[in-house]
Structures are given as C-alpha cells and as structure tokens.
C-alpha cells in the first residue's frame, strides 16, 4: 500500500507540474500559476525557495540528483535520492534573534516561531556545504538551519541524510537549531561540521531538546589545526538541555583541535539511555579539554541499553570520559543495561556519584560492591568497565566461582568472526564502482598483505554497493578475520596497521601513545577499531573513494579480541602477555614446563572471556590445587610463590615480611593473602596490558 501511494503521490506531482508549466509563468526558478495568491515560505532547499499555490504541493528536481517535496498542509518535507553541493540560502542574521550573523545552510527554516517541520528520507540525500557564502570573517555555514523552530527527521528503511557544514567558515555545523528541538524517528542521520573553522565545529548545535527514538544520529565534530581558542563538539546544547535515546543510536565524535582547543562528544544537560538504545560519546585530541561526555548541571541515567564516554587519548589537557559539573550529580545504572564504560586519561567519570540498581543484580567496577551503595567517582579510576554481576542475597551464600578443577583442554573454539563473502562466478568488477573496488583491493593489500581474486573483490564491492554492509564493517571484516588475527599482532603493530588501513597515514608518536595506553588500559582492540573507523580522518579516506563509512560497528565488547601468541611481524620483541602469564603460573608454582594443551586451554579462555573464567580464578586455580599442595610449601615458600607467580619478581624485604608475618601470626587465611595479591595494583596493572578480566575475590 505504502508503494501504492508512493506512485499515486509522484504522479500527482509531475500531473501538477506540467499543468503549471502550460499555462503559468515563471517565479525565482518555480513555476506557479500567474493569477493565484502565492504564498512564501521561510523554507530553501538547495538555494531553492519553496513557494505554494494555495497550499499545493512544491517539487522540485535537482541538478546534482534526486527530488524534494513540500506538503505544506502537513508540514512535511520530502527528500528523495536528493544530493545539492553548494552554498544554499544565504540570510544576513537577526539583530533580536540568537544568530547575528551571515547564515548559509542547504536546507533553511526560518523564522516561523516555532512551526515544526518534518523531514522524510526517501533512498540516500546528500548536502554539502561549499563554503562561505559571503567574505564575512563571521560566516556560519550550515548542513541545515532550523531558526526557531524544531525539527522532527523520519526515513523509510535504508534511508540517510548526511548534511555538512562549509570548510574554513568561523563557525560550521551540519545541523544547527536555535530555539527548537531535534527528534530522530527513523532512518541514519549523518551530521558533520566543516573543517579548519575558525571558532567552533560541531556536528549539532541546538538550544532544546534532542531525542533520538529509532534510527541513528552520527554527529562528527570537524578537526581545526592552530594554536588558536577552537571548539569541536559532536553534539552541543547551548542551555544544557537534555539527551534522550529511547531506542536507536547516537555517536558523537569531536574532532581534533589545537593547542588551546576543546573537543567533546556531547555537551549536554541530562542524558537518559533506554530500552535497547546505544549512546557512544567520544572526544578528539585537544589541548585544553577533551571529554567524553560533558554535563554542567545534570545527570546521566542508564535504564537499558549501552552508554560509553571515551576521552581523547593527547596527553596534554584534562582528559575525562564522562564528567559532571556538580558534586551532587549521578550516574545511575540500571540493572537492564546491557555496557557501560568511561574511560578517560585524566579520570574515568569526574566528580559526583556512581549508583548501581538495588541489591540483586546491578553493575560495579569495585570488588565487594553492593548493589544498593554509591561509588565515589573520585575513586573510580582511568577507565570504568563496568561489569553486570550478581551481589549474593542477603540470606544466601555467596556462590561457588572455581571452575571445574579438570577442565576440558579442548574448549569449543570461538564463532569465526569473518563475515567473508560469498564467491561470484563473475570476475569483472563494475566499473561504475571503480572507488569501491579500490577501497576493498586496499583492504586486501593492507591488511592481509596479498593481491585479492577478482571474485573476492566483486563480492565485497557488491555488499557495498547494495548497502548490505558499509565501508567501516568491511574493513572491520578484514581486521578480525582469522587471516588477520592469526598474525597475533602486539599492540603496536597493530595500530600501525590501523594507521595505514584506515587513516591512510603513518602513526603520529602523540597518537600511537594514546592508543596504546588505552590498549594497555585494558581497552578491547574492537574499541580501538570503533575510535578509528568514527574519525573524521577515516570519513575523509571514504570520502576519496565513495564509499558510505557508516557508523563503525554494532555492538563493541568491553573485553575483546587479544593477542595470543608471539607477534609474527619479524624482528618483534614484544611477546602475547597472557601466554606469558599462564606459561608463568606453570614454571613458578608448579616448577615445570606446561605441555602445549595446557597453556591452550588457559589462553583460549582468557582469550574468549569464557563466564566464569576470570584471572583471580585462573591463580586461585593453581595455588589451590592438588598438585601445588603435594608441594607442602611453608608460610615464607608460599609467599615467595605469590612473588613470582604473580609479580613475576623477587619479594621485597618490607613486603616479604608483612605477609608472612601476617600467615605466622594467624592475622590472614592463605585466602586472604592470595586475594590481597591479586587485587593488588601490580596485578591489575598486568590484566589490563593481558586485556583479560580481573574478577572478583575469591572466597
């Protein structure tokens, strides 16, 4: 029916259109009838006013490609197929209204004293701005402009709007909207603020609500270069209004800055993640402030979903995942969320308090946490992965978390997470998609070292194409791919592959260190991936080969995909950390070589986050078992194990003695000393660069 009525509508219009043509006279490139009242609307499309004849329909074809259709009765704009490059409406700014200056925007609504518009997507719309549209030093240039008015944008399946701002304008937004609010309903929304601004470049700007109920929202601050006072926020509320996601996605990604420049993801009032909604803030390099998250007067609010909040990764400046402004603020956390991180180089989550659900089922990041008690964020630390646990009942013992002490060496091995694709008879590759072609040999080249089939190449091309999957899956595709895996990179090597596949460029020393203390942070490489793949960098490289980036991938783990064996990049010295440290329990307690299914079976399952399976179970394991009791160690002995085993070092003197001292005296259970040593900072600290999962105490 819907199709039907797709037909019937576009019928109509070109039916109405002809009539115009035959017997009316021309108006500003519209045709309308000469002896009807014409009514102007505040509303440009393209540099194309939008003018009705008695609340008719208005259609136009555009010379880049694509229709655009207003409904006046219904307020509704639809956008089919549409792509406009240009400098759009220009309007000189008014004097009593929030914007003073020159304004240029593809898509202008304005004035109209809060009338809300609706825009439907129809198939893929693309809006550039060019640039300024006058040589004021004070230019904004705009992807769309709501002035006064909100805007609700509605897509059919499959459909996106990507607006962005102008390049080189003192301020650049894809989407700003003064006094009104932004609703989301359906469809992919792409904003994107232009580069090398000369104030501030945002993907958003708005001074109400925002409210994403289905659909997505990627909102991409542009990068400014200079040592100058520049802002690149991927969503910004002037009056801190709130951020709803009820159902959908939201990305926000700032963009790198200079010196003395900010850079947020959001920056925002309240924020309320539901149901199965996804909000991920992510902050650039900046030299001042580079947030997460940022909220100067409210709270955040996790009742289901994910919600992650990662700093820039620069040294210089504060650098903090989620910060709040006031010490009375919140983090709450419900127990149907499904993730929740923070991460941050300076802090994880800045002042105020972490609460978790009521006692039961609920999330923490510190052992022996309750349900029901508050965290200071003060003492949460760099990076937050907050792990849903079960808290024991009051009036039930906690539950048995060793393993099995005769494990099967032989676990199910992990699903293959290459989405490889299907091969085709055909080896010839379309030429009309040269740019995707390329992109996809590139990937080949880059990441798996090797010339492709023609096969491989159609197949990947044709998932592109057809919209199956977009650039950033694909090349997420080949990174974890067993063909790339298996080459077990260490953390170094891998971001230099990163760099070159995604970025096109050699790694920056300032960058490289960033990522690396976030991967040695305990940082899964997925996430590294997700950071890269929303880079205004890694759009850029799309952009050169036409390939849609999409919005990275769907669901990122907070533990994920390690190295497991020796880097096989030649001449590497770094060796797999968490080989290490099972090779390490093997020769310190028990004094011998494991057999290679050994180190597997402990390795795979550090490797795959195996539930239940943790590091202070894998230790508790061994320094429990039959095989290091027949030792029959003394109290000194035993804390020497602890030493090497876990330490991998010699005792301290001061420590040596306090421990034993402790086990002499009765003060501690062998228990209690083993579970002070792996909740120790030095252990920690080792999990962390393992990318394994510490676990709680155990009991």
Avoid at 122 to 151: H, K, R, W
Avoid at 204 to 219: C, K, W
Avoid at 559 to 567: D, E, N, P
Wanted: proline share 6%; glycine share 12%; charged share 15%.
């Amino acid at each position: 029916m819907r199709t039907r009525k797709r037909i019937l509508s576009r019928f109509l219009t070109f039916a109405l259109g002809a009539l115009l043509v035959l017997t009316g006279a021309n108006l500003r490139g519209t045709t309308v009838y000469a002896d009807q009242v014409i009514t102007n609307w505040d509303l440009w499309v393209g540099g194309e006013q939008v003018i009705t004849i008695d609340g008719h329909l208005w259609s136009r074809v555009f010379p880049g490609g694509g229709t655009a259709q207003f409904d006046p009765g219904r307020l509704l704009l639809t956008l089919d197929g549409l792509h406009y490059e240009g400098v759009g409406h220009t309007d000189a700014g008014n004097p009593n209204e929030y914007y003073h200056s020159p304004v240029s925007a593809g898509i202008f609504w304005g004035n109209r004293n809060d009338v809300p518009l609706e825009i439907h997507l129809v198939g893929e719309n693309v809006i550039t701005q060019t640039g300024p549209g006058t040589t004021d030093p004070t230019e904004i240039t705009l992807g769309l402009f709501a002035a006064d008015n909100s805007l609700t944008i509605s897509g059919e399946e499959g459909s996106s709007l990507t607006v962005k701002g102008g390049d080189g304008a003192y301020d650049s937004y894809g989407i700003w909207i003064t006094r009104g609010s932004l609703y989301v309903r359906s469809g992919t929304v792409n904003a994107r603020g232009g580069n090398n601004a000369a104030y501030s470049t945002n993907g958003v700007s708005i001074f109400n609500r925002l409210e994403v109920v289905s659909g997505t929202l990627n909102a991409t601050g542009g990068s400014i270069a200079g040592n100058n006072q520049s802002r690149s926020y991927g969503i910004y509320s002037w009056d801190f209004e709130d951020v709803t996601a009820e159902g959908g996605t939201i990305v926000a990604t700032g963009g790198t800055v200079g010196t003395n420049g900010r850079s947020y993801g959001i920056y925002a009032g309240n924020v309320t993640v539901e149901e199965d909604a996804s909000v991920t803030a992510i902050a650039g390099n900046a030299g001042q402030h580079s947030y997460g998250y940022l909220t100067p007067n409210g709270n955040v609010t996790v009742n289901g979903g994910s919600f992650t909040a990662l700093a820039g990764t620069a040294e210089t400046g504060d650098s903090c995942g989620l910060a709040f402004g006031d010490d009375d603020a919140v983090f709450q956390i419900s127990a149907s969320a499904d993730s929740v991180v923070a991460s941050g180089y300076d802090a994880a989550v800045g002042i105020g308090l972490v609460k978790n659900a009521i006692a039961g089922t609920g999330w923490s990041d510190a052992a022996g946490t309750l349900g029901r008690e508050a965290i200071p964020a003060s003492a949460a630390g760099t990076h937050l992965n907050f792990k849903k646990i079960q808290f024991p009942a009051a009036a039930e013992p906690s539950p048995d978390p060793d393993p099995d002490p005769d494990p099967d060496p032989d676990p199910d091995p992990a699903p293959d997470p290459d989405p490889a694709p299907d091969p085709t008879p055909d080896p010839t590759p379309d030429p009309d998609h040269e740019g995707v072609s390329n992109f996809v040999t590139r990937l080949y080249h880059v990441f798996l070292d090797r010339t492709p089939e023609a096969w491989e190449v159609e197949a990947w091309t044709e998932q592109i194409v057809g919209g199956t999957i977009t650039a950033g899956q694909a090349a997420a595709g080949f990174i974890f791919s067993p063909e790339f895996i298996n080459r077990n990179m260490c953390n170094a090597h891998f971001l230099d592959y990163l760099y070159l596949g995604l970025f096109n460029r050699a790694a920056d020393a300032t960058g490289k260190d960033g990522w690396t203390f976030y991967l040695d942070e305990g940082w899964s490489r997925e996430m590294v991936v997700q950071g890269f793949l929303m880079s205004p960098e890694f759009f850029d490289l799309c952009e050169a080969y036409e390939v849609n980036p999409g919005t990275g991938l769907a669901n990122v783990p907070v533990l994920g995909t390690i190295q497991t064996a020796h880097c096989t990049i030649a001449g590497c010295p770094n060796e797999a950390p968490v080989v290490t440290l099972v090779t390490s329990l093997y020769n310190t307690v028990f004094g011998r070589v494991p057999a290679q299914d050994e180190v597997d079976f402990w390795v795979n399952h550090m490797a795959n986050h195996t539930p239940g399976v943790t590091a202070r179970v894998m230790v508790n394991t061994f320094l429990n078992g039959e095989e290091y009791s027949n030792l029959n160690r003394n109290n000194g002995e035993y804390v020497t194990d602890l030493y090497h085993a876990i330490f991998n070092r010699e005792p301290d003197a001061d420590g040596y003695n306090g421990w034993k001292n402790d086990l002499d005296t009765g003060a501690k259970t062998r228990e209690q000393v083993l579970n002070g040593f792996t909740g120790s900072p030095e252990f920690i600290n080792q999990c962390h660069h393992a990318g394994i999962e510490i676990g709680g105490e155990i009991q």
